[in-house]
Every structure is written in structure tokens, then in C-alpha cells.
């Protein structure tokens, strides 16, 4: 006979319901191992009836090496704000961003094969699915590694994230700080560039015959409505290329006039090559 004290013990040891525990020892005959294994396989399986779920909700992990030199993020999601705030689903969160942070895998159903503590990422999957009635899954990682720094910055509520990557001089511990600062600019103005060059024409086109068919629109011929267009370019560089957008901390500077402030206390030249932004919900 199946005690209360046994439900007990295996919500404590697994988190599942009451219910799912009484019919896992049922179903294991009392053995305690094996009812665990049946709420793991149990979770596996109730996955596929979550598939066609929304899962909109979750969090967003950054997280760098000690050095700097390797960077990792992470958004998991699942159907309910109040699970994305259960200290397990943040430890599972971070658990699959560790496991990303020490390994290069090339897509997710790799990451589900990576190892945390003597189990694969899917067995902590399946433990997780079996404790929370929701559909909950990795929808996307990014992993960099770099010769010079990348700094990580994870907006508060965890539901935005960001890693800048930095090549030349290694910036210097009184310069990291800055560092952190255009991590937290590109997260609050969303730039979509670093720098000019990385501008494709067809975006440039794009934007132009934008800016054209608005002066035509306000009745200007259409010669001048061109180098209307062309003069606007100038406030898409500001808004959308990182390096010439004001420094949302102090106006009186550009995003360049720190990276330059950067350099100087590095004693050499030190460049944003790229940048990752993740926001909740939102895709690539």
C-alpha cells in the first residue's frame, strides 16, 4: 500500500503534483526510482499534447567565461509568467546556458544531448516538463568566442539580454565598466549595425524610397523628394549604426566617443566587431 509519507518524499525529491505521485508509486508498485523515472517519462510524453501551445513567456540567459573570451545566451520560454519566476525554471534556464557556455553545438536538439551533473539536458527537460503542466523549450541560443572580450548584460527580469563582442586590445578593468554601458545602450535603443559598412544597399534602398514617396506624398517634385531622401540617410545612421548613436547616458557623446574613451584606458585600439540582442518572444 502506497503511504502518504511516499507521496510525500516523491514531491519532495521530483516537485511533481500530489496526484501524478500517488499514480507514479502506483504504477512503480512503491518503488521509489522507478516511480521518478515514470514522472520523467510522463513529462516527455505530455510534451507532444503542449506542442500546439503558446509559449511566450519565459527568460533570457547571458553569461561570459571568466576571461571573457567565450559568451553564451539563451531564451527559454514557457506558457505562464508566474513558471518563468519558479526558481527551478530559472535553474534550468541557467543549466542549459552553462552547458551552451562550455560546449560548441551546432543546434538545439545537440544541446539536448549535452551532459549536467552525470545526466543528458533532456533527462533535466523531462524532469522539468513532468513538475509544470506547460509546453516549455529552448527557441534559441547564440555562442561566440573571441581573442579579445565580450561583455554580457541581462536586463532586469531577465527578459532581455545582450553580448558585445570586442577585438584589439583586451579593454582594461577600469574600462570594462563602459563596456557594460554599450552592452546596456544596445539593449534600451536597439541599434541594428555596428558601423556603416555593415549597412547592405538593399536596406539603404529600402529607406530611401521610403524617405522619397514621404516628401512626394507632402507635394515636393520629385528631384527634390530624392535628395530629401538622401539627406534623411543621415538620422537612419544615428538611430540604427551603434557607434553614431548618442550615448544614452550622457547626450553631449556618441557611442564612438566612449569606445575611443575605451581605447584610451586600454593603451590601444579596441573595436565592437558585432553584437547579439535577445528579447523575449521576439525571433532573430
Known amino acids: 500500500m502506497i503511504s502518504a509519507a511516499d507521496v510525500k518524499n516523491l514531491r519532495d525529491k521530483t516537485g511533481a503534483g500530489m496526484a501524478d505521485c500517488k499514480k507514479a508509486l502506483d504504477e512503480s508498485n512503491g518503488d521509489m526510482e522507478l516511480a521518478i523515472e515514470w514522472l520523467r517519462k510522463r513529462g516527455a510524453a505530455s510534451a507532444a499534447k503542449r506542442a500546439d501551445r503558446d509559449a511566450k513567456e519565459g527568460i533570457v540567459v547571458a553569461k561570459t567565461n571568466a576571461d571573457g573570451t567565450v559568451a553564451a545566451m539563451v531564451e527559454v520560454n514557457c506558457e505562464t509568467d508566474f513558471v518563468a519566476r519558479n526558481e527551478e525554471f530559472v535553474a534550468f534556464a541557467n543549466t542549459i546556458c552553462d552547458a551552451v557556455l562550455a560546449n560548441d553545438v551546432a543546434d538545439v536538439d545537440a544541446i539536448w544531448g549535452l551532459s549536467h551533473n552525470g545526466k543528458s539536458l533532456s533527462e533535466y527537460r523531462d524532469e522539468i516538463l ?14 561566440i568566442t573571441t581573442s579579445g572580450h565580450i561583455t554580457d548584460y541581462t536586463h532586469a527580469g531577465s527578459r532581455l539580454g545582450v553580448l ?3 577585438n584589439g586590445t583586451k579593454p582594461s578593468a577600469e574600462s570594462l565598466p563602459m563596456t ?3 552592452a546596456m545602450q544596445i539593449a534600451a535603443m536597439q541599434p541594428q549595425f555596428v558601423n556603416r559598412d555593415q549597412v547592405d544597399q538593399g536596406t539603404l534602398d529600402k529607406e530611401l524610397e521610403i ?3 514621404q516628401a512626394i506624398q507632402e507635394g515636393k517634385k520629385e528631384d527634390i523628394a530624392t535628395r530629401i531622401a538622401e539627406g534623411k540617410l543621415t538620422k537612419f545612421y544615428e538611430e540604427s549604426v551603434l557607434i553614431e548613436q548618442t550615448f544614452v547616458k550622457d547626450p553631449k557623446k556618441k557611442i564612438s566617443d566612449v569606445i575611443a574613451e575605451i581605447s584610451k584606458s ?3 585600439d579596441v573595436q565592437v566587431v558585432k553584437f547579439h540582442r535577445f528579447n523575449l518572444g521576439e525571433s532573430n
Open 266 to 268: 586600454s593603451g590601444g
Open 180 to 182: 557594460r554601458d554599450i
Open 164 to 166: 558585445v563582442e570586442f
Open 211 to 213: 524617405y522619397r514617396q
Open 130 to 143: 513532468a513538475k509544470f503542466s506547460e509546453r516549455i523549450g529552448l527557441s534559441r541560443f547564440e555562442r
